[in-house]
């Protein structure tokens, strides 16, 4: 079999590169001219499926498209073969949060036991779901939970959120509130790492609550129980 050339290769990568980006120039002038809505394209990418490309756009929003752009195809791109959904695994790829890169200082930190096991939680407290999982979590030691309060269901989610956060005692302040119905006291003080919380929640697109989040990226929405939050905390820690 013939070898090419170093030389050769670098040219046969520059033409395919080049007819990558002609291409992905077709589909975003078509597209912006034919749905504006689409004014600002992330990323354009080939999918698994010859033919189609992935279109990224708000992040995290994923569209398909033909070579040309002639067509946009909303929904889950299934690999029946291995039974994945690839569109889902590419938005959890997108979504995924670096625990390490979490602002720590903008939660408060609730220690059981060794407090080994560790993940962080975004929480509106008035969200039914999460009493519901709070009251469950009290069940899992041996865990350093994160507290970030992220009220984004009304205006009293936020004062509410205020008052915790002023708090002399913000855990007791919390879980008075959350298992014990016991509403926190009006207080003030600096509220700025709330503010930052709904934005790093608007960023990462967390839209409910609660939303779990593990030490390697993984997250989890919704109120789920404490032998699930035990298993994810054994497999991820």
């Not at 007819?19 to 809505?37: D, Y």
């Not at 899992?140 to 939970?145: E, K």
């Not at 970030?148 to 009304?154: A, D, M, N, V």
Request: hydrophobic share 40%; glycine share 6%; with cysteine.
């Amino acid at each position: 079999m013939m070898k090419l050339s170093k030389k050769v290769l670098l040219v046969i990568a520059l033409v395919a590169n080049f007819g990558a980006s002609a291409q992905e120039a077709v589909i975003r002038k078509n597209l912006l001219e034919r749905i504006p809505q689409l004014q600002k394209i992330d990323e354009v990418t080939k999918s698994p499926i010859a033919g189609l490309f992935e279109i990224r756009v708000n992040g995290t929003e994923i569209y398909y498209t033909d070579a040309d752009g002639n067509y946009l195809v909303q929904g889950n791109l299934i690999d029946t073969k291995q039974r994945r959904n690839l569109t889902e695994e590419r938005i959890e790829k997108l979504t995924a949060i670096s625990f390490s890169d979490l602002p720590i200082k903008d939660a408060f930190t609730i220690v059981r036991g060794n407090g080994k096991r560790k993940m962080a939680v975004f929480e509106d407290p008035n969200c039914g779901y999460c009493k519901r999982f709070e009251r469950d979590l009290q069940k899992v030691d041996n865990v350093t939970i994160h507290m970030f309060l992220y009220p984004i269901l009304s205006a009293d989610s936020t004062e509410r959120s205020k008052n915790i956060w002023c708090a002399k005692d913000k855990i007791k302040a919390w879980q008075d509130w959350m298992v014990r119905d016991q509403s926190p006291k009006t207080s003030s003080c600096d509220v700025s790492a709330i503010e930052r919380n709904v934005e790093l929640g608007r960023k990462y697109k967390i839209t409910g609550t609660p939303t779990l989040v593990f030490l390697d990226g993984t997250r989890i929405p919704g109120a789920i129980s404490a032998a699930e939050v035990e298993k994810h905390l054994s497999a991820k820690n």
